[in-house]
């Protein structure tokens, strides 16, 4: 395990490499994230290889945790926008299911993680309003085309 950084609440070691002092997202808020993950020097997966880029990640309140709490979910919760950061997992049994048989000797998943905005309540309002609206007039569109005993069904 890399020397320096810090033990996080659940046993995740992080390192925090920039820290750009922005706001710092909470448990319930949306985050948008570029992340990498690593079994030792092999790149398993991206949000901009897997994605197209980064992806949005809803942070759970306390009273919706999962059992296992995900090392990145630690993570953004000790950074900040703009802050760049790893966390290691330790590869344990559970991790082992899905660790290729090349990648079996190696001890832990390193995750890279680049957190580039919290989403705020209004934007997300915002942007679900827009999509209802295009929704609807999709819809609208698509009962005009469609013969009269399908007017019945509409996809909203």
Do not use: C
């Not at 020397?3 to 046993?11: A, D, Q, T, V, W």
């Not at 609206?133 to 996809?155: D, I, T």
Request: charged residues 25%; without cysteine.
């Amino acid at each position: 395990m890399p020397i320096g950084g810090i033990k996080n609440e659940h046993g995740y070691r992080f390192i925090n490499h920039t820290n750009k002092g922005g706001r710092k997202p909470q448990p319930g808020e949306t985050v948008l994230v570029q992340t990498y993950t690593y079994i030792g020097d092999s790149l398993m997966a991206s949000t901009q290889k897997s994605l197209g880029g980064p992806r949005e990640f809803a942070l759970f309140p306390p009273d919706r945790a999962p059992k296992r709490i995900p090392a990145i979910y630690d993570a953004l919760l000790l950074m900040s926008e703009g802050d760049s950061g790893t966390v290691y997992e330790t590869i344990d049994t559970f991790l082992q299911k899905f660790i290729p048989p090349a990648l079996k000797d190696n001890k832990e998943v390193r995750y890279e993680v680049v957190l580039l905005d919290v989403v705020s309540q209004e934007d997300l309002q915002k942007r679900a309003a827009e999509e209802q609206q295009k929704s609807h007039g999709r819809a609208k569109k698509s009962v005009k085309k469609q013969k009269p005993a399908q007017e019945m069904w509409l996809p909203w």
